[in-house]
């Protein structure tokens, strides 16, 4: 069983579409031609006559096979026009959470312990066969994904060790975030921070960079104080900043290029209850509160509505042990908040219906929506016309009364209160670009929201809700987007979207195409200014040649590739433990 791995036992058919030219031609003599004899003319008739009968008997019988009612797991016993091959049992299709990234593969490595794995590293090794390191598959770049095969520690996934006292806790890689954090949570201690969802596997976290919110906090790759690697040149090798700390601080971050990380020493804190204060604000008074926002807060973000002057801001900070937590009576219901958000939903259903435009069937619209989040609702909204600008604009407004009426307190566990819905399948781009210290900080991470949400009207680029800002201290891991030799020096994090509300394949495409367009505007117009570079598990290979030479070239100068693909060099000569991303992003010579 892939664990968290979207893995499927099925192959869409492709059907090529054929079109012909007639072939025309017109008499050029005055003179009619001769009539064909009656003879010749019968036997033409006769054969078209039977050809129509074939081809209509060919076509049915087509047609009948093809809408035939076969079980999900019998599908790929279905024939394939011009080339017939059932799905062999050995192959895995493996995917991201939002689907955007796909491969097949019939080597998918799930080792149950150390042993296993650096067995399954030896042997692919020696054979020279690739068997790219992949964790719970949430990337949304797939970075972790390889047709030649993967290596994935679902299985691995224990806490071996506790030390109460010093709050470390030693695990294995495969361990997810939530089972780490209901493991430890008996000692008192828990993660420094948390990214917006809990199914990573704690590898695959710190090997992108993966980081949480708030000004004072690393990304999760500075927790680490020690790790196991398993690597195809060297074998099992301990790092720590006392054993070979430059190869330690790089495989910290490593990409899954270095080795496997097998086993990690995590730095932890105390076990606390959060307070977590959700209101809405406006870009004027952000400007005049922003300093005192960062300082005072231990963990702060900022969602921005486009189209709308509303900024959501969530803050969360430890119950006060004197004063407890804040007394609130919130305005309204949980409903009531919702209330908008349906009645829009049931008006732009009438609205598409009435235009002929394809729409959800009638049923019991006021039932289903009454069941749904917020976030369910959002989709079923954008999914009516995800690339309507004004469309998009109703949502975003509806959006924004939504969290007016939301304004509150709410109080739970860091584990509990540090995670973020982020809605259905989408596309997302993340930056990160330094802003100062936290003593002065440069305001540029609010001059790039304003330059951004002038973009987007400028370009009219149906931009859903919400762009968020979070922030973190740096890393000393030269390899993360954060990393800095100044130890007071802060970094923003915002992130564009666009979801995938609809399985069909037509929309997909065209929501993607539109979703690139966006981000190569950011790109072109907003990256270079303020120094901003993409989060690994979200940066896409360009197909353009002189794009991805453009790309290499930018990822040199902020990132030390030389000293990584040296590493790399050392480690995994064969590059058994490197995929398409990995190879185009930091091309290889003999020379390195």
Same mark, same amino acid.
């Given at each position: 069983?892939?664990?968290?791995?979207?893995?499927?036992?099925?192959?869409?058919?492709?059907?090529?579409?054929?079109?012909?030219?007639?072939?025309?031609?017109?008499?050029?003599?005055?003179?009619?031609?001769?009539?064909?004899?009656?003879?010749?003319?019968?036997?033409?008739?006769?054969?078209?006559?039977?050809?129509?009968?074939?081809?209509?008997?060919?076509?049915?019988?087509?047609?009948?096979?093809?809408?035939?009612?076969?079980?999900?797991?019998?599908?790929?016993?279905?024939?394939?026009?011009?080339?017939?091959?059932?799905?062999?049992?050995?192959?895995?299709?493996?995917?991201?959470?939002?689907?955007?990234?796909?491969?097949?593969?019939?080597?998918?490595?799930?080792?149950?312990?150390?042993?296993?794995?650096?067995?399954?590293?030896?042997?692919?090794?020696?054979?020279?066969?690739?068997?790219?390191?992949?964790?719970?598959?949430?990337?949304?770049?797939?970075?972790?994904?390889?047709?030649?095969?993967?290596?994935?520690?679902?299985?691995?996934?224990?806490?071996?060790?506790?030390?109460?006292?010093?709050?470390?806790?030693?695990?294995?890689?495969?361990?997810?975030?939530?089972?780490?954090?209901?493991?430890?949570?008996?000692?008192?201690?828990?993660?420094?921070?948390?990214?917006?969802?809990?199914?990573?596997?704690?590898?695959?976290?710190?090997?992108?960079?993966?980081?949480?919110?708030?000004?004072?906090?690393?990304?999760?790759?500075?927790?680490?104080?020690?790790?196991?690697?398993?690597?195809?040149?060297?074998?099992?090798?301990?790092?720590?900043?006392?054993?070979?700390?430059?190869?330690?601080?790089?495989?910290?971050?490593?990409?899954?290029?270095?080795?496997?990380?097998?086993?990690?020493?995590?730095?932890?804190?105390?076990?606390?209850?959060?307070?977590?204060?959700?209101?809405?604000?406006?870009?004027?008074?952000?400007?005049?509160?922003?300093?005192?926002?960062?300082?005072?807060?231990?963990?702060?973000?900022?969602?921005?509505?486009?189209?709308?002057?509303?900024?959501?801001?969530?803050?969360?900070?430890?119950?006060?042990?004197?004063?407890?937590?804040?007394?609130?009576?919130?305005?309204?219901?949980?409903?009531?908040?919702?209330?908008?958000?349906?009645?829009?939903?049931?008006?732009?259903?009438?609205?598409?219906?009435?235009?002929?435009?394809?729409?959800?069937?009638?049923?019991?619209?006021? !039932?289903? #929506?009454? +069941? /749904?989040?917020?976030?369910?609702?959002?989709? @079923?909204?954008? %999914?009516?016309? =995800?690339?309507?600008?004004?469309?998009?604009?109703?949502?975003?407004?509806?959006?924004?009364?939504?969290?007016?009426?939301?304004?509150?307190?709410?109080?739970?566990?860091?584990?509990?209160?540090?995670?973020?819905?982020?809605?259905?399948?989408?596309?997302?781009?993340?930056?990160?670009?330094?802003?100062?210290?936290?003593?002065?900080?440069?305001?540029?991470?609010? !001059?790039? #929201?304003? +330059? /951004?949400?002038?973009?987007?009207?400028?370009? @009219?680029?149906? %931009?859903?809700? =919400?762009?968020?800002?979070?922030?973190?201290?740096?890393?000393?891991?030269?390899?993360?987007?954060?990393?800095?030799?100044?130890?007071?020096?802060?970094?923003?994090?915002?992130?564009?979207?666009?979801?995938?509300?609809?399985?069909?394949?037509?929309?997909?495409?065209?929501?993607?195409?539109?979703?690139?367009?966006?981000?190569?505007?950011?790109?072109?117009?907003?990256?270079?200014?303020?120094?901003?570079?993409?989060?690994?598990?979200?940066?896409?290979?360009?197909?353009?040649?002189?794009?991805?030479?453009?790309?290499?070239?930018?990822?040199?100068?902020?990132?030390?590739?030389?000293?990584?693909?040296?590493?790399?060099?050392?480690?995994?000569?064969?590059?058994?433990?490197?995929?398409?991303?990995?190879?185009?992003?930091?091309?290889?010579?003999?020379?390195?």
């Amino acid at each position: 069983m892939l664990r968290a791995l979207i893995a499927k036992r099925s192959l869409h058919s492709l059907f090529p579409r054929h079109g012909s030219k007639p072939n025309i031609t017109r008499h050029l003599s005055t003179s009619p031609p001769p009539p064909p004899s009656s003879s010749s003319s019968s036997s033409q008739a006769e054969l078209r006559k039977y050809l129509g009968y074939g081809a209509l008997v060919i076509f049915c019988g087509v047609s009948t096979y093809y809408s035939f009612p076969f079980p999900e797991n019998a599908k790929h016993k279905k024939a394939q026009i011009f080339r017939y091959a059932p799905l062999p049992e050995d192959l895995h299709t493996v995917s991201n959470w939002s689907g955007t990234h796909e491969v097949q593969t019939r080597v998918f490595h799930q080792p149950e312990n150390i042993g296993e794995l650096e067995r399954v590293v030896k042997e692919a090794n020696e054979k020279k066969t690739r068997i790219r390191p992949v964790g719970s598959g949430l990337s949304p770049n797939g970075i972790g994904l390889s047709r030649a095969g993967m290596v994935n520690l679902a299985l691995m996934d224990k806490v071996l060790e506790v030390d109460k006292e010093k709050k470390r806790v030693r695990v294995q890689a495969g361990i997810r975030v939530q089972e780490l954090v209901d493991g430890i949570k008996d000692y008192g201690i828990t993660l420094q921070n948390f990214a917006s969802i809990r199914e990573q596997q704690i590898g695959g976290i710190i090997q992108v960079g993966a980081h949480g919110t708030g000004a004072r906090l690393p990304p999760i790759d500075e927790q680490i104080v020690s790790m196991k690697l398993v690597t195809p040149a060297k074998g099992t090798i301990e790092l720590s900043k006392e054993k070979d700390p430059e190869l330690f601080y790089l495989a910290r971050c490593g990409l899954g290029g270095l080795g496997v990380v097998a086993e990690v020493t995590i730095q932890c804190v105390e076990r606390l209850e959060l307070v977590e204060h959700t209101f809405i604000s406006t870009m004027e008074d952000i400007k005049k509160n922003h300093k005192k926002l960062l300082s005072e807060n231990k963990h702060v973000k900022y969602l921005y509505i486009p189209y709308t002057d509303a900024v959501v801001v969530v803050t969360c900070n430890p119950v006060s042990k004197w004063k407890g937590a804040p007394k609130f009576n919130p305005k309204y219901t949980s409903d009531e908040a919702l209330q908008h958000v349906r009645d829009l939903y049931k008006e732009s259903l009438r609205k598409y219906r009435a235009r002929d435009i394809t729409a959800p069937s009638e049923g019991n619209v006021e !039932q289903d #929506i009454n +069941d /749904l989040s917020f976030t369910e609702l959002r989709d @079923k909204l954008l %999914a009516l016309d =995800p690339l309507n600008k004004d469309h998009v604009i109703q949502v975003n407004q509806a959006e924004a009364e939504f969290w007016r009426k939301s304004e509150g307190y709410r109080v739970g566990w860091s584990d509990e209160i540090l995670g973020f819905d982020c809605g259905g399948q989408q596309w997302v781009s993340e930056t990160c670009f330094p802003v100062g210290t936290l003593s002065k900080p440069n305001m540029k991470d609010l !001059q790039y #929201i304003e +330059d /951004l949400k002038k973009l987007i009207e400028k370009e @009219k680029v149906p %931009a859903p809700s =919400p762009i968020e800002q979070r922030w973190s201290a740096c890393s000393k891991s030269p390899m993360s987007p954060a990393s800095s030799s100044s130890d007071d020096e802060i970094f923003s994090w915002v992130g564009i979207i666009m979801y995938l509300p609809t399985t069909d394949a037509r929309q997909r495409k065209e929501i993607t195409e539109e979703f690139f367009h966006y981000r190569h505007l950011t790109q072109s117009k907003l990256w270079g200014r303020y120094s901003a570079y993409e989060h690994w598990a979200k940066i896409e290979v360009p197909k353009d040649k002189d794009e991805l030479a453009a790309l290499q070239e930018r990822l040199r100068k902020r990132f030390p590739v030389d000293a990584y693909n040296k590493a790399r060099k050392e480690l995994d000569p064969n590059k058994i433990l490197s995929n398409n991303k990995i190879d185009k992003f930091f091309p290889m010579s003999d020379t390195v």
